[in-house]
C-alpha cells in the first residue's frame, strides 16, 4: 500500500505559478512510476503527466507541455508539479497517482485525495 498526499494548491492569477507537492509514506514510492491528473467541474479526470521509477523519463499532455514539469525525489518519497503561465482552463482538482507509467487512469493503483487549483483571469 502507499498512501499519497498532495500540497501546494490555491488561488493564483493567469500568468503566475504553483508548485505542487505529493509526499509519498507506506511501500517505497521508487517502486512506482508517478503520474499528475486533474479534473474540473463536470469533467473527466484527465491526465497531466507521468515521470518512470528511475531514469526520470517524463511524458505530458499537450495542454501542459512546455509550462508543466514533473519531477520526483525518490529519497524524499516526493513528487512534483512545477506550474508555470497558468491559464483559468488549468483549474481544476488535481490529484497525484503511482502505479504503472501510462497515460490513463487504469495505469494507476494508489491516488491522493487532491489539491484544489483555481486560476483566475
Known amino acids: 500500500q502507499v498512501q499519497l498526499v498532495e500540497s501546494g494548491g490555491g488561488l493564483v492569477q493567469a500568468g503566475g505559478s504553483l508548485r505542487l507537492s505529493c509526499a509519498a509514506s507506506?511501500?517505497?514510492?521508487?517502486?512506482?512510476?508517478g503520474g499528475w491528473f486533474r479534473q474540473a467541474p463536470g469533467k473527466e479526470r484527465d491526465f497531466v503527466a507521468t515521470?518512470?521509477?528511475?531514469?526520470?523519463?517524463?511524458y505530458y499532455a499537450d495542454s501542459v507541455k512546455g509550462r508543466f514539469t514533473i519531477s520526483r525525489d525518490n529519497a524524499k518519497n516526493t513528487l512534483y508539479l512545477q506550474m508555470n503561465s497558468l491559464k483559468p482552463e488549468d483549474t481544476a482538482v488535481y490529484y497525484c497517482?503511482?502505479?504503472?507509467?501510462?497515460?490513463?487512469?487504469?495505469?494507476?493503483?494508489?491516488w491522493g485525495q487532491g489539491t484544489q487549483v483555481t486560476v483566475s483571469s
Open positions: 497517482a503511482a502505479g504503472n507509467s501510462g497515460t490513463t487512469r487504469h495505469d494507476y493503483d494508489y
Open positions: 507506506g511501500r517505497t514510492f521508487s517502486m512506482y512510476a
Open positions: 515521470i518512470s521509477r528511475n531514469f526520470g523519463i517524463t
